[in-house]
């Protein structure tokens, strides 16, 4: 008994211990049964009624629905009010009272009978494109090369522009005549000494020789002088008779 006695002593210390350890426990025990009870007060209370009632779930589920169709509603109102950018009528589309795009058809030059001649020296781009065959790009290329040349002595010079062959200067020679009197001549004796001539006719070679001719003499009396220098062939002085004099 002596030995049960033992190990069942406590001192008094240990005593102390096992109390505070009972009432810590107690205290905690208490706290948990309170948190329990209110928790269960705090809940909304599910009668079997509500639960099997199936007007109040629809009820429910209509109100969620109704939610969001009007929310749905309320964005589309916000994105129809945006002011929206209206596309620009294209240039061939013209709008007509009724608020209706009508096609613009496209304008084509009217074109000169057959038989019409017309001066080749006199005609501008609007002229030139009412002859058949000649569009806006030969119109500028003939009526610029003769800008260069000084003007046309002959119909024959349109094979010398850019683009017309044989074939092409055979269908519009007949349109055209061209009067050698309406040609813009240069004076080469009255040129700057410094300046270089810039004619379809003349080579820089042949420029840079009537140079020096003009620095050394000052004048050039006539094609005599030419016919001294090796940079002109007879056939370039033919070529050039029409469109230097020498006054």
């Known amino acids: 008994m002596n030995k049960w006695k033992d190990y069942f002593f406590f001192s008094k210390g240990e005593r102390w211990g096992l109390t505070l350890l009972f009432l810590l426990g107690a205290i905690m025990?208490?706290?948990?049964t309170f948190d329990m009870n209110t928790s269960k007060e705090q809940r909304p209370l599910i009668t079997q009624k509500d639960s099997i009632d199936p007007k109040v779930l629809l009820s429910k589920t209509q109100s969620k629905t109704q939610k969001d169709i009007i929310?749905?509603?309320?964005?589309?109102k916000k994105l129809n009010s945006t002011p929206t950018r209206q596309p620009k009528p294209s240039v061939r589309f013209r709008q007509n009272?009724?608020?209706?795009?009508q096609y613009k058809p496209y304008k084509h030059s009217i074109k000169y009978p057959?038989?019409?001649?017309?001066?080749?020296?006199?005609?501008d781009t609007t002229e030139l494109k009412k002859i058949p065959g000649i569009g806006s790009s030969f119109a500028k290329r003939i009526k610029g090369y003769?800008?260069?040349?000084?003007?046309y002595r002959s119909v024959t010079q349109l094979k010398e522009v850019y683009g017309i062959d044989s074939t092409f200067y055979q269908k519009l020679k007949p349109w055209f005549k061209a009067n050698a009197t309406l040609i813009s001549v240069i004076k080469i004796n009255h040129l700057p000494k410094d300046s270089l001539l810039y004619h379809p006719y003349l080579s820089r070679k042949q420029?840079?020789?009537?140079?020096?001719?003009l620095q050394k003499r000052g004048k050039i009396i006539g094609w005599q002088n030419l016919k001294l220098l090796k940079e002109f062939t007879p056939q370039d002085i033919k070529r050039l008779s029409p469109y230097i004099s020498f006054e």
């Open 29 to 32: 025990w208490l706290l948990f």
């Open 71 to 76: 929310s749905k509603n309320s964005k589309k």
């Open 97 to 101: 009272p009724t608020g209706r795009h």
């Open 114 to 123: 057959a038989g019409t001649v017309i001066e080749l020296n006199e005609a």
């Open 146 to 151: 003769g800008r260069l040349l000084g003007g």
């Open 207 to 213: 420029a840079y020789a009537l140079r020096q001719v």
